[in-house]
């Protein structure tokens, strides 16, 4: 059975192959991975136990499906902007801003510091750098200090940029506001920019707030390799963060990404994203405490273990363990629907379950490390390089 984090990453991989086909004009193959893409971050989205990846990987679908889509009308048509005609409904560019409920998603996160396995320094890092300065204002002003630059989580995948994201508000009491990254981009293309400053002025309409671009990868590329509207995107981002004072605003910029080598350098400018912080896979401490999270409300046999299985799991993500313990759940759950007599989850149930799962993130170390090599930028992302 797949996981979330597995179809999501292998639409990832689709979307990609598929960019780089339309790169080289084989529009026709790229239409077609471009829809492969859409339909597993469908599935991805529709089994998500988390709401915030549920509707990124929904709209992410959906911008991937309207950029087939896009594509099949450039190729009948003229090769132009690679925007759809249906799309834009008219000449009427107000018409084209998306809604707020279009772009944002704002909730009151669930998550706290408690519920994310190890990373204890990154959590140091994270009190120092988003919620002191909004709990200890007074202290950050009298001192000069400017608190509040923005915010670069990163990282392989499912090993909790998002959670901690979340914790992050929950932890200073702020609203969190989720962007939905793929929407700004999705609809009319024109409209990108319009899109990114509406999130702002909804977001300093709160009082205290964390906004969330999750996936940012796929708004801030590089302005040199991107198409015409996504250097928009980019430079309307560029001059957002720019405008934001948090002493004045209470706002706080934080963004996540597995691919930071993609992102336009110029995000990462003193004021912008200036504080990249490394989300690393979990390690032996981590992972036994991320068993133990998901253990807990489960009735668990004594002969298991948490220190080997932990021990067990190398390489392996947050997200990995979470669908471990769910599979393994699931063997007891199965015997007793089919009418055996309901039992604990022992560890026979946790061994079977491993054997036939591979550690997730292995590949995304090769890929990561090659791209950063290639773009120069091992000190920037030493996290990565080890
Ligand atoms: N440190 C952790 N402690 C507890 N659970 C974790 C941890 N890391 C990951 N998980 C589990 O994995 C799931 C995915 O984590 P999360 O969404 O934060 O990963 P991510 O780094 O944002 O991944 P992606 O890059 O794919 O978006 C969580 O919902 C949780 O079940
Ligand atoms: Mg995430």
Redesign the pocket.
């Known amino acids: 059975m797949s996981s979330s984090?597995t179809l999501?990453?292998q639409a990832r991989g689709y979307a990609k192959a598929a960019r780089t086909l339309e790169d080289d004009n084989n529009l026709k193959n790229a239409r077609e991975l471009y829809l492969k893409a859409a339909k597993l971050y469908n599935e991805a989205s529709k089994i998500a136990?988390?709401k915030t990846?549920s509707n990124t990987q929904r709209d992410l679908a959906e911008h991937l499906l309207n950029k087939a889509q896009s594509l099949k009308s450039t190729g009948v048509q003229q090769s132009g902007s690679g925007v759809s005609s249906e799309g834009r409904g008219g000449s009427d560019t107000d018409e084209s801003s998306l809604s707020k409920d279009d772009l944002i998603l704002k909730e009151i996160p669930n998550i706290g510091f408690d519920?994310?396995?190890?990373?204890e320094s990154v959590k140091e890092e994270i009190r120092k750098a988003i919620i002191y300065p909004f709990t200890h204002k007074d202290l950050y002003k009298m001192y000069g200090q400017k608190a509040g630059e923005g915010i670069l989580l990163y990282?392989p995948?499912?090993?909790?940029?998002?959670?901690?994201a979340k914790a992050a508000a929950r932890e200073c009491g702020a609203d969190f506001i989720s962007v939905k990254t793929s929407s700004i981009v999705s609809k009319w293309v024109g409209a990108s920019e319009k899109n990114i400053k509406q999130v702002f002025e909804t977001a300093r309409q709160s009082e205290k707030t964390i906004v969330f671009f999750?996936?940012i990868d796929s708004i801030a590329g590089r302005r040199s390799e991107s198409e015409d509207y996504a250097k928009r995107v980019v430079n309307e981002l560029l001059a957002q963060m720019d405008g934001v004072d948090t002493a004045d605003d209470e706002l706080l910029i934080l963004a996540?990404t597995?691919e930071p080598w993609t992102i336009d350098p110029a995000l990462r400018r003193p004021g912008r994203f200036s504080k990249l912080v490394y989300?690393p896979e979990?390690d032996l401490d981590?992972r036994a405490?991320?068993f133990k999270?998901n253990m807990k409300g489960r009735p668990i046999a004594a002969d298991v273990d948490v220190n080997r299985l932990a021990g067990m799991t190398d390489s392996y993500?947050?997200?990995d363990i979470?669908a471990i313990c769910k599979e393994a759940a699931d063997i007891p759950l199965g015997e007793a629907l089919r009418g055996g007599t309901p039992r604990k989850i022992e560890d026979r149930d946790f061994i079977k379950v491993l054997e036939g799962r591979k550690p997730s993130i292995l590949s995304w170390y090769v890929e990561a490390r090659r791209e950063v090599k290639k773009s120069g930028e091992e000190a920037v992302f030493d996290g990565i390089m080890g």
């Open positions: 984090t999501a990453a136990s988390d990846d519920d994310i396995g190890g990373l990282g995948p499912g090993c909790g940029k998002t959670m901690m999750d996936e996540a597995n989300i979990p981590a405490a991320i999270i993500s947050g997200a979470s």
